[in-house]
């Protein structure tokens, strides 16, 4: 199983962003998955889930009214719209699924970096 996140950049502050994340070689229409970041210095942190119909969306406090999940299980790829994006959005993004009651497959990070 692989999950290969894109998108990321740099991006002047108050700008957009969409990162994407494709899975292959598993059954990702039956994964919750989310988005994570780890500035540096930072530990990781949570930023978005969905689950794995998409009926359901979860985000960090940080983020909320500002990014949104979403997924295309057709496409088996996962999205996070990133919106009015700030310099403390600044860190590498990662997507993971969650096959069972943890998230335990990572893909590799894509570098989001938003400059003033």
């Known amino acids: 199983v692989q999950l290969q996140a894109s998108g990321g950049g740099l991006v002047q502050a108050g700008g957009s962003l969409r990162l994407s994340c494709a899975a292959s070689?598993?059954?990702?229409?039956?994964?919750?998955m989310g988005w994570f970041r780890q500035a540096p210095g930072k530990e990781r942190e949570f930023v978005a889930g969905?689950?794995?119909?998409?009926?359901?969306?979860y985000y960090a406090d940080s983020v909320k009214g500002r990014f949104t999940i979403s997924r295309d299980n057709a496409k088996n790829t996962v999205y996070l719209q990133m919106n009015s994006l700030k310099l403390e959005d600044t860190a590498v993004y990662y997507c993971?699924?969650?096959?069972?009651?943890?998230?335990?497959?990572w893909g590799q990070g894509t570098q989001v970096t938003v400059s003033s």
């Open positions: 993971a699924a969650r096959p069972t009651i943890k998230y335990d497959i």
């Open positions: 070689g598993g059954t990702f229409r039956t994964w919750s």
């Open positions: 969905i689950t794995w119909s998409g009926g359901s969306t």
